[in-house]
């Protein structure tokens, strides 16, 4: 089954990353997923600053802002895609993820499958 790992940063440094997490931690982490024959796709998002962000009213109008503007202390950073047997697999792989650590939290949520 497919679980999508939204990393999610409650701090970022002066770079823009996860705070107390080093550019080695990401790429040990980015191996061990590869090597265990489960990524399907993962990417880090760029700096919170080039985000822009569309609505659409009901009757049609498109606002188009800068920034998400979110209520929400945290910043998703980045996301992995990964097959695994079960949710508890998909678990055990978010909490080795270095963006769960501190002040970050790793949101696991299966992928929809509409057999088509």
Partial sequence: ???MLLIQA???DAQG???GCEVSDWI???KSVRDAGIHVSGESLADLVTAT???VSEDGERTVTDGPFAESR???GGFYVIDVPDLDTALDWAA???GS???GAVVVRPIADFGV
């Fill in 1 to 3: 089954m497919k679980y």
């Fill in 10 to 12: 409650g701090a970022v």
């Fill in 17 to 19: 990353g996860a705070a």
């Fill in 28 to 30: 040990a982490y980015d």
């Fill in 53 to 55: 962000t569309v609505r």
């Fill in 74 to 76: 945290e910043v998703l």
């Fill in 96 to 98: 080795r993820c270095p």
């Fill in 101 to 103: 650590r501190g002040t």
